[in-house]
Structures are given as structure tokens and as C-alpha cells.
């Protein structure tokens, strides 16, 4: 089938190289020419495992290209939009000049029985304000949300966990099928595919993120009780995890979430729920917000005592720049604010990150940064770990750090390393909610 795929962002060039992948015949779409242009060449313009090769393999195939020109989207039966849905400058909803800008310029080259499925993240009510443009040109508009996680995106896309597909109360096309065509590989396996109205399915993304968050920050007041009483939220959270109605994962108690999705998402949804005049029902995740920031402020907290009160030219290695492992995305990044947070104290911070330097330093110039591990953590009087790349969280020694570092202090922001191994070290070890 051909495809095309308007934006090609995270979201957009990851699903692009997929669908080439399974065999579509796509085409991506995007007004940033140097975006376009690295794509075209096979080269992806952020980090995500997989993607390269699946790039590379669909463009050699002559499955896939990318181009500036909207025009390209003529032809092709279903088109996907997904563009970012950033956070407003001036408040907390979405902002959605993008999504309206990529249906205005597609809207000239649509046929009848197209299909345009939505799958940026939006505030509910936005398919239901975009059908009668699309309806005109005789098309059909669905909502087809993404469950991507940046790190596992080329999986989650080809292999994903469900399929949401929301259709309009009346259609003259059969738009339910074509998208069970386009998925033909996972719908084979038997991956659920769930049909619901347009709401529900702009509700599904915003509820799981939602969910997500309050999970993660729910762990998160546990490790502030437990900071204040003795106990360790790591033994707490795998005592609960064992309840099948709770589960384990998401119970990691740190620094907190981070990223482009959860703190805009759960922002925005506050948001549309004054609008729509329920504020009260999602009230709780100002707390959620609330409590994932208090945890950044608690990281250097743990920093500054360890330090001795006061952190002015102490040399601090901050062990991570990107939001989470695997990915290069610096949005929001609890690790960068903490570093930054550092730096505005007085501190002299080295950053290190395997894959996100670049980014961080178009954003923080102000700080140092060094891509080498042990270059970086040379001579620093502290070590904080906040992004668990595994070369801080499984091969760094402490051992070996002891023969490169100037102090023995680590604050472990995200209480992945040995408390035991570190201490018998000599080492000053603090994590996030644990003795």
C-alpha cells in the first residue's frame, strides 16, 4: 500500500521506516529541509536503536523516500500525521498549530476514499474539529494514537502491544479495514486491535501517559516518606510489585520522568480538563507534576549535604545528559536539570553521556562537557548517576572510579547501583529513598 507519513520527527521518521519495512510504499514528509535531506541520505537525524538500519534498508529498497514537497502525498491511500504537539508557550495545553498546519497544506491533494489517521498526540475533541475539513475533500479521518518508547520506538511500531484505531460515528469508507491491511504483520500475530470513536481513542494515549506518570510519582511520595522514616522504597516497591493488581515496572524511585511526552501530556490534559469544565476529576496531576519535580530538587539536595553544605568549585560529574538510556532526547531532561541546578550553585560540572552531548550543548552551553566516562569522572569530588546508560549503572567499578576520582561521594538518582559494593569501596553512597 502506499503510505505517507506528514512529519517526520521521533514519531513520524521512525513510523515511516517501519511501514518501508513491512513493506509499504511510504513516503515522509517535513518542512525542515536538513531533516529531509540527512533522512533521504540514510542517515537518522536523532538517536534510536534500529533505526539506521531499517533507514538504510528502505531507502536501498526504494520503498521509502522523503521530501519538502506536500504534493508527494498525492496518491497515497492512508496518510499519518504526526507532528509534535508541544507544550504552549504561555500555559499548559498542547499546542497545536503544527497538527493544523500539516491537515491545512494536505487537505489540496487529498481523493476521495483517502484516509488521514491522526497520531500525534492531541487534546481530545481535536478529530472531532478536523472532520469537516477532511470529509470535504471526501476523505475519512481516523485516530490512530502511538505507544512508542524512545529507546524500543522500531519495535514498538513494528511489533507494538495493541492497535487503536477511533472512527467517526458515519463513513462512507471502510477505513477499519485498510488499517488492518496497513498492520497486516502484527494484526497476524494477533496483536489486539481496538476500535473505538474518535475520543476514545485521543483519550487512550493521555490516560496511559497519565497512568505512567501517577505510577512513577506515586513511588516517588514513598521514597519521601521513606527519606524521612528509615525505610527504603526499593524493598517497598518490590514487596507491592508483587501484587498482580500493581505490578513492578514503573515503581523505580529516582529523579523522575522527563522526556517529550509525559510532562507535556499530563499537562495538556489538565488543561483540556478546564476547558471542558472536569478540571477537578484529573486534579491530581498537578500533585503528579508536583512530585516528579520535588525529585530533581531532592538529587541536589542529597549532593550539596554530601558535599558538606555548600557545593561553590566543587567538581561534580553528572553521569547522564538524556532523559532516559538508549535515546538522545535532552526534552526536559531531569538529568540536565540537575545538572543545571548544579552549575547555578557554583558548582563545576562535567557532564558525560554517550549519545545525547551534542543536544545538551546546543541547549546548556554554560556547562563542560566531556563524551569520555573516565575522563569525565576524573578528579571530581562527586559522582551523581541519573541517566542508567548502562556504563555508569553496570560497568562502572567502584574500584575503578576510586582510582580516578578526587572525593567519594555518588548520589544515585536512579537507585540502579549496588549501595553494598560502593560503601565497601569507601565510597558516600545516597540514593533516592533508601537508608
Given at each position: 500500500?502506499?503510505?505517507?507519513?506528514?512529519?517526520?520527527?521521533?514519531?513520524?521518521?521512525?513510523?515511516?521506516?517501519?511501514?518501508?519495512?513491512?513493506?509499504?510504499?511510504?513516503?515522509?514528509?517535513?518542512?525542515?529541509?536538513?531533516?529531509?535531506?540527512?533522512?533521504?541520505?540514510?542517515?537518522?537525524?536523532?538517536?534510536?536503536?534500529?533505526?539506521?538500519?531499517?533507514?538504510?534498508?528502505?531507502?536501498?529498497?526504494?520503498?521509502?523516500?522523503?521530501?519538502?514537497?506536500?504534493?508527494?502525498?498525492?496518491?497515497?491511500?492512508?496518510?499519518?500525521?504526526?507532528?509534535?504537539?508541544?507544550?504552549?508557550?504561555?500555559?499548559?495545553?498542547?499546542?497545536?498549530?503544527?497538527?493544523?498546519?500539516?491537515?491545512?497544506?494536505?487537505?489540496?491533494?487529498?481523493?476521495?476514499?483517502?484516509?488521514?489517521?491522526?497520531?500525534?498526540?492531541?487534546?481530545?475533541?481535536?478529530?472531532?474539529?478536523?472532520?469537516?475539513?477532511?470529509?470535504?475533500?471526501?476523505?475519512?479521518?481516523?485516530?490512530?494514537?502511538?505507544?512508542?518508547?524512545?529507546?524500543?520506538?522500531?519495535?514498538?511500531?513494528?511489533?507494538?502491544?495493541?492497535?487503536?484505531?477511533?472512527?467517526?460515528?458515519?463513513?462512507?469508507?471502510?477505513?477499519?479495514?485498510?488499517?488492518?491491511?496497513?498492520?497486516?504483520?502484527?494484526?497476524?500475530?494477533?496483536?489486539?486491535?481496538?476500535?473505538?470513536?474518535?475520543?476514545?481513542?485521543?483519550?487512550?494515549?493521555?490516560?496511559?501517559?497519565?497512568?505512567?506518570?501517577?505510577?512513577?510519582?506515586?513511588?516517588?511520595?514513598?521514597?519521601?516518606?521513606?527519606?524521612?522514616?528509615?525505610?527504603?522504597?526499593?524493598?517497598?516497591?518490590?514487596?507491592?510489585?508483587?501484587?498482580?493488581?500493581?505490578?513492578?515496572?514503573?515503581?523505580?524511585?529516582?529523579?523522575?520522568?522527563?522526556?517529550?511526552?509525559?510532562?507535556?501530556?499530563?499537562?495538556?490534559?489538565?488543561?483540556?480538563?478546564?476547558?471542558?469544565?472536569?478540571?477537578?476529576?484529573?486534579?491530581?496531576?498537578?500533585e503528579v507534576d508536583e512530585i516528579n519535580?520535588?525529585?530533581?530538587?531532592?538529587?541536589?539536595?542529597?549532593?550539596?549535604?554530601?558535599?558538606?553544605?555548600?557545593?561553590?568549585?566543587?567538581?561534580?560529574?553528572?553521569?547522564?545528559?538524556?532523559?532516559?538510556?538508549?535515546?538522545?532526547?535532552?526534552?526536559?531532561?531531569?538529568?540536565?536539570?540537575?545538572?543545571?541546578?548544579?552549575?547555578?550553585?557554583?558548582?563545576?560540572?562535567?557532564?558525560?553521556?554517550?549519545?545525547?552531548?551534542?543536544?545538551?550543548?546546543?541547549?546548556?552551553?554554560?556547562?563542560?562537557?566531556?563524551?569520555?566516562?573516565?575522563?569525565?569522572?576524573?578528579?571530581?569530588?562527586?559522582?551523581?548517576?541519573?541517566?542508567?546508560?548502562?556504563?555508569?549503572?553496570?560497568?562502572?567499578?567502584?574500584?575503578?572510579?576510586?582510582?580516578?576520582?578526587?572525593?567519594?561521594?555518588?548520589?544515585?538518582?536512579?537507585?540502579?547501583?549496588?549501595?553494598?559494593?560502593?560503601?565497601?569501596?569507601?565510597?558516600?553512597?545516597?540514593?533516592?529513598?533508601?537508608?
Open positions: 500500500m502506499r503510505l505517507s507519513v506528514i512529519g517526520c520527527g521521533y514519531l513520524g521518521a521512525v513510523h515511516a521506516a517501519a511501514m518501508a519495512s513491512i513493506g509499504h510504499d511510504v513516503v515522509g514528509i517535513d518542512v525542515d529541509v536538513r531533516k529531509i535531506d540527512a533522512l533521504a541520505k540514510g542517515e537518522a537525524p536523532f538517536f534510536e536503536p534500529g533505526l539506521p538500519e531499517i533507514l538504510a534498508e528502505g531507502i536501498a529498497s526504494g520503498r521509502l523516500t522523503f521530501t519538502t514537497d506536500m504534493s508527494a502525498a498525492r496518491g497515497a491511500k492512508v496518510h499519518f500525521i504526526g507532528v509534535g504537539t508541544p507544550q504552549q508557550k504561555d500555559g499548559y495545553g498542547a499546542d497545536l498549530t503544527y497538527v493544523n498546519a500539516a491537515v491545512d497544506a494536505l487537505l489540496p491533494h487529498l481523493s476521495a476514499g483517502d484516509i488521514v489517521a491522526g497520531k500525534s498526540t492531541v487534546p481530545v475533541g481535536t478529530a472531532a474539529s478536523l472532520t469537516p475539513r477532511i470529509q470535504e475533500t471526501g476523505a475519512t479521518l481516523v485516530w490512530n494514537p502511538e505507544f512508542l518508547r524512545e529507546g524500543y520506538a522500531v519495535q514498538d511500531t513494528i511489533d507494538p502491544d495493541r492497535l487503536v484505531v477511533g472512527v467517526g460515528s458515519s463513513t462512507d469508507s471502510d477505513p477499519v479495514s485498510v488499517l488492518r491491511e496497513v498492520y497486516a504483520p502484527a494484526v497476524a500475530k494477533g496483536t489486539p486491535f481496538i476500535v473505538t470513536d474518535l475520543a476514545t481513542a485521543e483519550l487512550v494515549k493521555v490516560a496511559a501517559n497519565a497512568f505512567l506518570a501517577t505510577k512513577i510519582s506515586f513511588i516517588n511520595a514513598m521514597a519521601e516518606i521513606a527519606e524521612v522514616t528509615g525505610a527504603d522504597v526499593t524493598q517497598l516497591a518490590d514487596a507491592i510489585g508483587h501484587d498482580v493488581r500493581i505490578g513492578r515496572r514503573f515503581l523505580g524511585a529516582g529523579i523522575g520522568f522527563g522526556g517529550g511526552c509525559l510532562p507535556k501530556d499530563i499537562r495538556a490534559f489538565s488543561a483540556r480538563a478546564e476547558e471542558l469544565g472536569r478540571g477537578e476529576s484529573v486534579a491530581f496531576l498537578r519535580l520535588r525529585r530533581r530538587d531532592r538529587a541536589v539536595q542529597l549532593v550539596v549535604d554530601a558535599l558538606g553544605g555548600q557545593v561553590f568549585q566543587k567538581k561534580v560529574t553528572v553521569l547522564g545528559a538524556a532523559f532516559k538510556p538508549y535515546s538522545d532526547d535532552i526534552r526536559d531532561s531531569p538529568a540536565l536539570d540537575v545538572a543545571v541546578r548544579l552549575h547555578g550553585l557554583g558548582a563545576q560540572v562535567t557532564v558525560t553521556d554517550p549519545e545525547a552531548i551534542d543536544n545538551a550543548r546546543r541547549v546548556h552551553p554554560q556547562l563542560t562537557y566531556v563524551a569520555d566516562r573516565d575522563e569525565a569522572i576524573r578528579d571530581a569530588d562527586a559522582l551523581v548517576l541519573v541517566t542508567e546508560w548502562d556504563e555508569y549503572r553496570r560497568e562502572l567499578a567502584p574500584a575503578h572510579a576510586s582510582t580516578l576520582t578526587a572525593g567519594r561521594v555518588i548520589v544515585d538518582g536512579r537507585n540502579g547501583l549496588d549501595p553494598a559494593a560502593w560503601r565497601a569501596e569507601g565510597w558516600t553512597y545516597l540514593g533516592m529513598g533508601r537508608p
